[in-house]
C-alpha cells in the first residue's frame, strides 16, 4: 500500500517547527494552541458538491458546534473548522491531515 | 480535495496531504481530532494501532484526543444491497434543484467494512461516490484506544453530550494519554 506524502506550510507550521526533533527535545515543545485534525479522502466532486453543500445547509452543524465548542473549552480559541472558518482563525491554524486518494482506491 | 479545501481556507489551515498512520510534525498539540467518521478509513487493526500511536506521540502532556464514529446499527449492517434509501435532500445553490442523495450498501462481516454508494441526483444530472468505512463496535473502539495508551474520559452518545448508550447515534470519544 503506497503512502504518499504532500505537505504545505504556513508561517504558523514554521514558528512551531523549531525544534530539532520530536523524539529527542519533547520538553523543549510549545504545544500548538492549534487542533491537529486527522481526516479521511474523498472525491473532489463529492468534496465540492457533497459535503460542502451538506455542512452549508446544516446537515454538519452539530458535529461542527461540537468540535468548535471542545476546542475552545479546551483552549483552542481561533480554531476553524472545514465547514465555516472563523476570521480570528488566521491567527493560530488549524492543521489538517488527510490520506492520499489512492490509498484508500487500492483497498 | 486539499487543493478545493485550500482554496476555501486560505491561511486559516494547514493542509497537507498524508499518511495518518505514520507522521511527525515535529510538534505536540493539545487537541487532536479525528471527526466525521474518518477513523473508518483505517481498515485494518495494524492501521487503527499506527495511527493511534503517531496521534499520541504528537499530543502534548494535557492534550485531548477527541474522535467521533456512528454507533453501528445492525438492522442497518444487513440491509439487502438494492435496498435504496434516500439520506439527504437539500437546496442545490448553484441551481434551482435539490441536490437528493440516496445510499445503497453492502457489509462484509469477516472484514467489518461498510462498502456505502451514494448517488447525489441534482436535476437531470447526477454524480456518484463510493466509501469504504470500518465498523467499529462500541467496545471494539474502546478496547483499541486502551491498549493504544489512551484513557477515555467521556463518551458521548451524541453531539449534544448525552451519554453514550445502547440507542445512541454515535460514539464520540474524548481520551487523554494514560
Redesign the interface.
Known amino acids: 500500500m503506497q503512502?504518499?506524502?504532500?505537505?504545505?506550510?504556513?508561517?504558523?507550521?514554521l514558528r512551531?517547527?523549531s525544534?530539532k526533533?520530536?523524539?529527542s527535545n519533547?520538553n523543549a515543545?510549545v504545544?500548538?494552541?492549534?487542533?491537529?485534525?486527522?481526516?479521511?479522502?474523498?472525491?473532489?466532486?463529492?468534496?465540492?458538491?457533497?459535503l460542502?453543500?451538506?455542512a452549508?445547509?446544516k446537515?454538519?452543524t452539530?458535529?461542527v458546534?461540537?468540535?468548535r465548542a471542545?476546542?475552545r473549552e479546551?483552549?483552542?480559541r481561533y480554531?476553524?473548522s472545514?465547514a465555516a472558518?472563523?476570521e480570528s482563525?488566521?491567527r493560530s491554524?488549524?492543521?489538517?491531515?488527510?490520506?492520499?486518494?489512492s490509498?484508500?482506491k487500492s483497498? | 480535495?486539499?487543493?478545493?479545501?485550500?482554496s476555501?481556507?486560505?491561511?486559516?489551515?494547514?493542509?497537507?496531504?498524508?499518511?495518518?498512520?505514520?507522521?511527525?510534525?515535529?510538534?505536540?498539540?493539545?487537541?487532536?481530532?479525528?471527526?466525521?467518521?474518518?477513523i473508518?478509513?483505517l481498515?485494518k487493526r495494524s492501521d487503527v494501532e499506527n495511527?493511534f500511536r503517531c496521534?499520541k506521540?504528537?499530543l502534548?502532556?494535557?492534550?485531548?484526543f477527541?474522535l467521533?464514529m456512528f454507533n453501528p446499527d445492525l438492522r442497518l449492517l444487513t440491509r439487502r444491497a438494492d435496498d435504496v434509501r434516500e439520506v439527504?435532500r437539500?437546496?442545490?445553490?448553484e441551481s434551482e434543484h435539490d441536490?437528493i442523495?440516496t445510499e445503497t450498501c453492502s457489509y462484509d462481516r469477516a472484514t467489518q467494512i461498510l462498502t456505502s454508494n451514494?448517488l447525489?441526483t441534482?436535476g437531470g444530472s447526477n454524480?456518484d461516490?463510493q466509501l469504504?468505512l470500518r465498523i467499529f463496535f462500541p467496545q471494539e473502539l474502546d478496547a483499541l484506544l486502551h491498549y493504544a495508551g489512551f484513557e477515555i474520559r467521556h463518551k458521548f452518545g451524541?453531539?449534544?453530550?448525552t451519554e453514550f448508550a445502547a440507542d445512541s447515534s454515535h460514539q464520540?470519544i474524548?481520551a487523554t494519554a494514560a
Not at chain 1, 486527522?38 to 468534496?47: A, I, V
Not at chain 2, 451524541?158 to 453530550?161: G, H, K, P, V
Request: aromatic share 10%; hydrophobic share 40%; proline share 5%.
Open positions: 503512502a504518499l506524502r504532500t505537505i504545505a506550510s504556513s508561517s504558523h507550521a512551531t517547527m525544534r526533533g520530536h523524539n519533547a515543545l504545544a500548538s494552541r492549534a487542533p491537529l485534525a486527522l481526516g479521511g479522502p474523498l472525491s473532489n466532486e463529492f468534496y465540492k458538491r457533497g460542502q453543500y451538506e452549508q445547509h446537515h454538519l452539530a458535529d458546534d461540537f468540535y471542545v476546542a479546551h483552549g483552542d480554531w476553524s472545514h472558518p472563523v482563525s488566521r491554524p488549524a492543521t489538517v491531515m488527510t490520506l492520499p486518494d490509498i484508500s483497498r | 480535495m486539499i487543493g478545493v479545501a485550500r476555501r481556507l486560505g491561511k486559516s489551515a494547514e493542509l497537507r496531504l498524508a499518511d495518518m498512520r505514520r507522521f511527525d510534525l515535529c510538534r505536540e498539540f493539545r487537541l487532536v481530532l479525528i471527526a466525521f467518521n474518518s473508518g478509513h481498515h495511527c496521534v506521540e504528537h502534548a502532556g494535557d492534550g485531548l477527541v467521533s439527504s437539500y437546496p442545490d445553490p441536490v442523495v451514494w447525489y441534482i454524480f461516490t469504504l451524541s453531539f449534544d453530550r464520540i474524548l
